[in-house]
């Protein structure tokens, strides 16, 4: 029989020994260190998910920053200049692809939020963003308390949301603040600071404290959160990503592809 398909058992219970748990002296090996191979079997056949959302207003980099961080045209935006309107309502499009590195495969999924915060009254313009997760969530929770269910059960849940902060070079707006203090309740939010390239070093590092400072007084709490810090180890790992998480992104509009390399023109 697999042993990973028997149930629970102490002794192979991925959890660490109390300390006040004494080692078992082994007599002879037992077969435990195969657990390790027949899981790396099961998780590369079956490969991951990863579903992303990107929110921000238009032009801020969205396209570029996805296609820029998995390496690969996953997503394409409309060029400016071919008189797109601009939707009148927010819009979620979704878009999956699989992308393959060295046999391990992932399921990327990205959702894109077009028409946020472009219109002349935003009121509740996050509440399709915020009903769009919630109904993956229940949809996922539905699918696992059913008593026949999938072996598999797709995982359309948002893993990431990454919030594209305008370049303003002040401090977040109300329309940030409100929505972050509502997001960060029901996902991973990543603050990014967008088109970085149009500030100076000084007024990005500026920039960077104020929405810093922004986050702490307005209780918004985003990734990594302090109740991944599980041990001592990841408290310093997560303490190092905390100081880091405003990206800074540059305003490429044009890629063209030649052989292996990728170029890219800026705005001006």
């Not at 915060?117 to 009903?131: A, V, Y």
């Amino acid at each position: 029989m697999d042993p990973l398909r028997r149930s629970p058992s102490p002794c192979l219970s991925s959890r660490p020994s109390s300390p006040s748990t004494p080692p078992c002296e082994m007599l002879g090996p037992v077969g435990i260190e195969a657990v390790l191979d027949q899981l790396k079997i099961k998780v590369m056949k079956m490969g991951f998910e990863f579903n992303i959302m990107v929110v921000g207003q238009s032009g801020l980099g969205k396209s570029t920053m996805v296609n820029t961080l998995f390496k690969s045209k996953v997503w394409k935006s409309n060029p400016p200049g071919l008189g797109v309107p601009t939707p009148q309502t927010l819009q979620l499009h979704s878009v999956t692809h699989v992308i393959e590195e060295k046999g391990v495969k992932l399921k990327l999924t990205v959702t894109d939020t077009p028409g946020f915060g472009d219109q002349i009254n935003n009121d509740n313009c996050w509440d399709p963003i915020l009903g769009y997760i919630n109904e993956q969530y229940e949809r996922y929770l539905q699918e696992e308390i059913l008593i026949t269910r999938q072996r598999h059960i797709p995982d359309t849940r948002v893993h990431c949301c990454v919030y594209f902060v305008p370049p303003t070079g002040h401090c977040l707006r109300p329309l940030d603040i409100e929505f972050l203090q509502r997001l960060c309740r029901t996902v991973n939010v990543v603050p990014v600071i967008a088109r970085a390239d149009s500030l100076t070093m000084e007024e990005r590092e500026a920039f960077r404290r104020r929405i810093q400072q922004n986050l702490r007084t307005h209780c918004i709490d985003v990734y990594p959160q302090m109740c991944f810090d599980e041990d001592i180890n990841d408290k310093i790992l997560n303490s190092k990503l905390r100081g880091n998480v405003h990206i800074f992104l540059a305003d490429m509009i044009l890629h063209a592809s030649t052989s292996s390399r990728n170029e890219s023109l800026l705005l001006w």
